[in-house]
């Protein structure tokens, strides 16, 4: 775990020429922001870590991945094109809609205190710009994401 926290959690402050730093262990030190390692750690990373190892990573993974093809059929049923790639998914799902813009949709979803955000090019430039995506719409399920939290998110979008 120690690497872990080595490791530059701090995403969010990155720019995409700063994220190849990183990848090669060449980030700034002491870089702040919200994310920096002190204030991830006063928030409860050790505790989460604790949970984590508690439950196990193959029982995390394996219904973080259930949730996420879950939530990509819901959405697909409802009519939403559905953006995800790979033999390997995660759980970060990410659609859009032709009719309406995805930064609207957060908007929606927030009204109803569902968190979401967008992505473009300035997150996933290279896929971004090989697929030619709009601003999609970003979703993420976890361990603890019921499903009744998932139909509702796809209930409010469906409106």
Excluded: Y
């Amino acid at each position: 775990m120690k690497s872990l926290l080595k490791t530059c959690v701090a995403v969010a402050a990155l720019t995409w020429g700063a994220g190849q730093a990183c990848a090669a262990g060449e980030a700034e030190q002491n870089r702040s922001g919200p994310l920096n390692v002190p204030n991830m750690a006063a928030l409860g990373l050790g505790a989460a870590i604790d949970h984590a190892l508690e439950w196990g990573m193959d029982r995390i993974e394996a219904t973080v991945t259930a949730r996420a093809d879950q939530l990509r059929a819901m959405l697909a049923e409802a009519g939403f094109s559905v953006f995800d790639e790979g033999v390997e998914r995660c759980g970060i799902v990410t659609t859009a809609t032709p009719s309406e813009a995805s930064e609207h949709l957060v908007t929606r979803l927030a009204e109803h205190r569902i968190n979401a955000t967008t992505t473009d090019a300035s997150s996933s430039r290279w896929d971004v710009e090989r697929r030619n995506l709009p601003v999609l719409l970003r979703l993420s399920v976890h361990c603890t994401t019921t499903d009744g939290e998932l139909e509702r998110a796809v209930e409010v979008l469906r409106r």
